[in-house]
């Protein structure tokens, strides 16, 4: 149990689209999810924590209109990345709470 | 405030050799420890963890103890395998808000 998908697992995009990136718990209800960034070869930065029902809460430095998060039910999150730059081309993890965190297999997304 | 240090990568051991992966913590209270695991470009995998002074977290053959007084939680395999090829993440959780604080990760390349 506690599984944990993305979708989609990498996505292309050209500078300025918006992208949308899919976060669910599959076998379990999770009231928080958490999102990371990360760069080739480095830790994981937390971007942002999202809570079933309410805003998400951003870490410092994080622009909120530019990473739009949504936890619209206890199994799914999603971050869209607006306006996309080659800047934001990264590897997106999400994680879900239940009695610890279970993370999905990431995002690659790359912005031509 | 709280951070998480590890030694710098990338390491590189033969097959059946013994691995040590040196973790320091500072953190205000008693935080949990954890071990995460990366395979290429996938997620992050759980690998164990100690949740007070004194225990060992243990998986697959790998080890960590939680120490307190050196504020250290070591990552130790008497024997790895090719396998084992991965970045691995020492992480500590406190309790504002479920929030994980990683180090900055350290490659570990098997050769057979």
């Known amino acids: 149990g506690a599984v944990v998908s993305q979708h989609p697992s990498w996505v292309i995009c050209k500078s300025g689209t918006s992208v949308k990136i899919e976060c669910r718990s599959l076998d379990f209800q999770a009231t928080t999810m958490f999102w990371y960034r990360q760069f080739p070869k480095q830790s994981l930065m937390l971007m942002a924590t999202?809570?079933?029902?309410?805003?998400?809460?951003?870490e410092q430095g994080v622009e909120k209109d530019k990473f739009l998060i949504n936890h619209a039910s206890l199994t799914l999150s999603t971050l869209t990345v607006t306006s996309a730059h080659p800047e934001d081309s990264s590897f997106y993890i999400c994680?879900?709470?239940?009695?610890?965190?279970?993370f999905g297999p990431g995002t690659r997304l790359t912005v031509t | 405030g709280n951070s998480v240090t590890q030694m710098e990568g990338p390491v590189t051991l033969s097959e059946e050799a013994f691995l040590t992966i040196n973790c320091t913590y500072t953190?205000?209270?008693?935080?949990?420890l954890f071990w995460y695991v990366q395979y290429p470009g996938e997620g992050l995998q759980l690998l164990l963890k100690a949740t007070k002074a004194d225990d060992k977290g243990s998986n697959k053959g790998f080890e960590a103890t939680y120490r307190k007084e050196t504020t250290s939680f070591h990552l130790e395999k008497g024997s790895v395998q090719v396998s084992d090829s991965a970045v691995y993440f020492c992480a500590l959780l406190y309790n504002q808000g479920g929030k994980l604080i990683f180090g900055q990760g350290t490659e570990l390349s098997v050769k057979p």
């Open positions: 994680s879900a709470c239940r009695d610890e965190q279970y």
């Open positions: 999202s809570n079933e029902g309410s805003k998400a809460t951003y």
């Open positions: 953190a205000t209270g008693y935080p949990s």
